[in-house]
């Protein structure tokens, strides 16, 4: 019996639509992730996008455990020296929720290209409304 390995045209991706209440941030980026990925099909194939579109609503109502939400920082760098920068979940929290949700997601895909393909297929709002009804998501 011959491996079965996905090509890119032949699988038709599906929408699926999550809302983020109530859910922890590190289990809800996992199910996203493997989402994005195809992992949940049975014709999953590693080197090629057999994932699916996501829509994540209500972002800011995501839940941390613990004390990350005054602990967890996230770090940017100009590239300029003494130019690092902290920003506290509680921050992110307030001005863009989407971003927490999006970079929880993106460190738990592979470093390539194709990830950057999968990140694509990812779309977080805030809040209950989307644009993206059209599609016909179904519930994750």
Excluded: C
Aim: zero cysteines; proline letters at 5%; aromatic letters at 10%.
């Amino acid at each position: 019996m011959k491996s079965y390995l996905a090509k890119s045209g032949e699988i038709a991706p599906r929408w699926y639509v999550v809302d983020a209440t109530g859910q922890v941030l590190g289990r809800l980026a996992v199910r996203i992730a493997n989402v994005l990925r195809g992992r949940h099909r049975p014709t999953y194939t590693p080197q090629t996008d057999t994932g699916d579109y996501v829509i994540v609503i209500n972002a800011d109502k995501v839940v941390v455990t613990g004390r990350k939400e005054d602990q967890k920082t996230y770090m940017f760098y100009s590239g300029y020296v003494g130019n690092e920068k902290y920003r506290s979940l509680r921050e992110f929290r307030s001005r863009r929720p989407e971003f927490v949700i999006e970079h929880a997601v993106q460190g738990m895909l592979p470093k390539n290209r194709l990830a950057r393909q999968m990140m694509k297929k990812l779309r977080v709002y805030r809040g209950a409304e989307h644009p993206h009804a059209s599609q016909n998501p179904t519930t994750l």
